[in-house]
């Protein structure tokens, strides 16, 4: 069992940079692939960014590429996600999860955070 916490999220003005982090406890992260999602208002839940178990391979939506990159500290047990160039369409609530299965990338997450919410001011 793991327990994922978001943090880092706020209000920010457009251009602006957040980084969002993920602290899990219960399992070490190295078991699992990580994921970022978010979920606007009204709108249904997407995909954001992966990274696999070791950090050497990750993807991003297209929506994010370039502006947004996730890494992680296995150390720590953390996962981050850097977002730069904000805009007001990144409003949403940011969810981190992880994933079980060996494959990557995965739609397949078996843990969810609860979320942080990210608010872009134009």
């Known amino acids: 069992q793991v327990q994922l916490v978001e943090s880092g999220g706020g209000l920010v003005q457009a251009g602006g940079s957040l980084r969002l982090s993920c602290a899990a406890s219960?399992?070490?992260?190295?078991?699992?692939?990580m994921g970022w999602f978010r979920q606007a208002p009204g709108k249904e839940r997407e995909f954001v960014a992966t990274?696999?178990?070791?950090?050497?391979?990750?993807r991003h939506a297209d929506v994010v590429k370039g502006r947004f990159t996730i890494s992680r500290d296995n150390a720590k047990n953390t996962v981050y996600l850097q977002m730069n160039d904000l805009k007001p369409e990144d409003t949403a609530v940011y969810y981190c999860?992880?994933?079980?299965?060996?494959?990557?990338?995965?739609?397949?997450?078996?843990?969810w955070g609860q979320g942080t919410q990210v608010t872009v001011s134009s």
């Open positions: 990274i696999n178990r070791s950090g050497g391979s990750t």
């Open positions: 999860a992880a994933s079980a299965t060996s494959l990557f990338p995965t739609s397949l997450y078996d843990y």
């Open positions: 219960g399992r070490t992260l190295t078991y699992y692939a």
